[in-house]
């Protein structure tokens, strides 16, 4: 189809047009910030005319909301799967705390959105996160309730400490320009974090 200021633009179905405005709003939010990023921008990285981005995203709002909840459900994709991936609780732990430096290491630093975010303290934005957050503690949660026998209230508390260990361990880690080699940083944060959690033995079933 061609658009009346002579751009053409290119036949997509609904998801594919969808996964393309939601990655150049991504570039935009993450390098403009949401009130500096503007919606003739986005259109423009995406190469379509406004009117087709406001068709799927009639502001910008609901943008910027749509693309923060598919980065949050992008780490708690990580972190269920490193639980899910072995039943080795301390390969577990390595690949939860690996799970938050790869998301933060990754992605055109789109851990932007969800851990610094300029409309903090909206009550959607904040909504999202707190889900994302939640969901994985539950994940950790249910592995150390079902492995050690501790009750649900303490391993969710155990699940947080190891959730927000690893969140403000691997922004410190970038901030700092990411000095020490990645792998090498997974590996002391999970043997600090292991060496608390292997105290809670295992029970048999």
């Known amino acids: 189809m061609v658009e009346p200021a002579g751009r053409t633009t290119v036949r997509l179905t609904r998801a594919a047009r969808r996964t393309q405005l939601l ?7 993450v390098s403009q910030g949401y009130h500096s990023a503007a919606m003739d921008d986005i259109a423009d990285r995406a190469g379509v005319s406004k009117p087709v ?40 732990v390595e690949r939860s705390v690996a799970a938050y430096f790869t998301f933060v290491a990754g992605n055109g630093q789109a851990f932007r959105l969800v851990f610094e975010s300029d409309l903090a303290g909206h009550a959607e934005v904040e909504k999202i996160v707190d ?9 950790i949660t249910d592995t150390i309730t079902t492995d050690t026998g501790v009750d649900p209230d303490r391993a969710r508390l ?6 927000g260990l690893s969140q403000v361990s691997a922004r410190y880690w970038l901030a700092q320009g990411a000095v020490v080699p990645l792998e090498e940083a997974v590996a002391l944060l999970s043997t600090l974090a292991w060496r608390g959690i292997s105290r809670f033995p295992r029970q048999n079933n």
């Open 131 to 139: 889900r994302m957050t939640d969901a994985c503690i539950a994940a």
């Open 158 to 163: 155990l699940a947080s400490g190891l959730v």
């Open 23 to 29: 990655a150049a709003a991504r570039s935009a939010f």
């Open 53 to 92: 981005l406001y068709q799927h995203f009639p502001s910008k709002l609901e943008l910027y909301l749509a693309l923060l909840s598919e980065t949050a459900d992008e780490l708690v994709e990580l972190v269920r799967d490193a639980i899910k991936i072995t039943d080795d609780n301390q390969d577990r």
